[in-house]
């Protein structure tokens, strides 16, 4: 079954709204398309080195605590942003 892949020009509706690209050629559709967003290489890499920090401060026993002082960490930021290493007086 055939498919055929149009582009809408919000932008610029007239005086052609769609242009046609005819069958899917295999091409990456975001980029066929025109809306692929960048994914940010760094920041996954930023985000998965400190799951595994709380991971290794859960095997050590300092999960919760802050880095800096090692005052305790309130359960409710803990919640929200479960990898968090410091109290909120040294971030
Ligand atoms: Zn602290």
Same mark, same amino acid.
Do not use: K, W
């Given at each position: 079954?055939?498919? &055929?892949?149009?582009? #809408?020009?919000? +932008?610029? $509706?007239?005086? !052609? $709204?769609?242009?046609?690209?005819? =069958? %899917?050629?295999? !091409?990456?559709?975001? @980029? &066929?398309?025109?809306?692929?967003?960048?994914?940010?290489?760094? +920041?996954? @890499?930023? @985000?998965?080195?400190?799951?595994?920090?709380?991971?290794?401060?859960?095997?050590? /026993? &300092? %999960? /919760?605590?802050? @880095? #800096?002082?090692?005052? #305790?960490?309130?359960?409710?930021? *803990? #919640?929200? *942003?479960?990898?968090?290493?410091?109290? =909120? +007086?040294?971030?």
């Amino acid at each position: 079954m055939a498919c &055929t892949i149009r582009r #809408v020009d919000y +932008a610029n $509706p007239s005086p !052609r $709204p769609h242009q046609e690209f005819g =069958p %899917y050629d295999g !091409r990456d559709l975001a @980029e &066929t398309v025109g809306h692929a967003s960048p994914i940010d290489l760094d +920041a996954i @890499e930023r @985000e998965l080195s400190d799951v595994e920090l709380a991971l290794a401060r859960l095997d050590d /026993g &300092t %999960y /919760g605590r802050c @880095e #800096v002082c090692s005052a #305790v960490i309130d359960d409710s930021v *803990l #919640v929200d *942003l479960p990898a968090i290493r410091r109290c =909120p +007086a040294h971030l």
